[in-house]
């Protein structure tokens, strides 16, 4: 499956263009299914941002553009999701911000519910 979606998320790239906040541009690099153990079985979008805000990482100028790029990248990738893999009630839509590599890299990730095709209320 992670070998489909490596094929895939750039024909994805494409119908959603990377959303910019701050001079900080958020690109969609992989989505898929995510299980979490308390909210059940939904969506997550790995966004990487093209570099860090002023106040690091963590914090809060990356918090804000969470869920401007969760609603930039949503309408496209729910209807994918559902078309590729099936899931077409998630309980969520998730973001992971990464940042690093998959060894030594960090992320911020949050969790919003579904409303009318794209993110809603966080969770």
Same mark, same amino acid.
């Given at each position: 499956? #992670? *070998?489909l979606?490596?094929? $895939?998320?750039?024909?994805? @790239?494409?119908?959603?263009a990377?959303v910019?906040? *701050?001079? !900080? $541009? &958020?690109?969609?690099?992989?989505?898929? !299914?995510? @299980?979490?153990?308390? #909210?059940g %079985?939904?969506?997550?979008?790995?966004v990487?941002?093209?570099?860090?805000?002023?106040d690091g990482?963590?914090? /809060?100028?990356? %918090?804000?553009?969470?869920?401007?790029?969760?609603?930039? &990248?949503?309408?496209?990738? !729910?209807?994918?999701?559902?078309?590729?893999?099936?899931? @077409?009630?998630?309980?969520? !839509?998730a973001? #992971?911000l990464?940042?690093?590599?998959?060894?030594?890299?960090?992320?911020i990730?949050?969790? &919003?519910?579904? *409303?009318?095709? @794209?993110?809603?209320? /966080?969770?």
């Open positions: 499956m #992670r *070998q979606l490596k094929i $895939l998320v750039p024909i994805l @790239t494409i119908l959603a990377p910019a906040s *701050q001079e !900080i $541009l &958020y690109e969609l690099v992989d989505t898929g !299914i995510l @299980t979490d153990p308390e #909210r %079985q939904g969506i997550e979008m790995r990487k941002p093209s570099g860090v805000p002023n990482f963590f914090g /809060e100028s990356n %918090q804000l553009a969470l869920p401007t790029v969760c609603k930039h &990248y949503a309408p496209s990738v !729910i209807p994918f999701i559902a078309d590729k893999f099936g899931l @077409t009630e998630p309980e969520f !839509i973001v #992971r990464v940042s690093g590599s998959s060894i030594f890299g960090k992320y990730l949050e969790f &919003y519910a579904i *409303q009318n095709g @794209t993110c809603g209320d /966080e969770l």
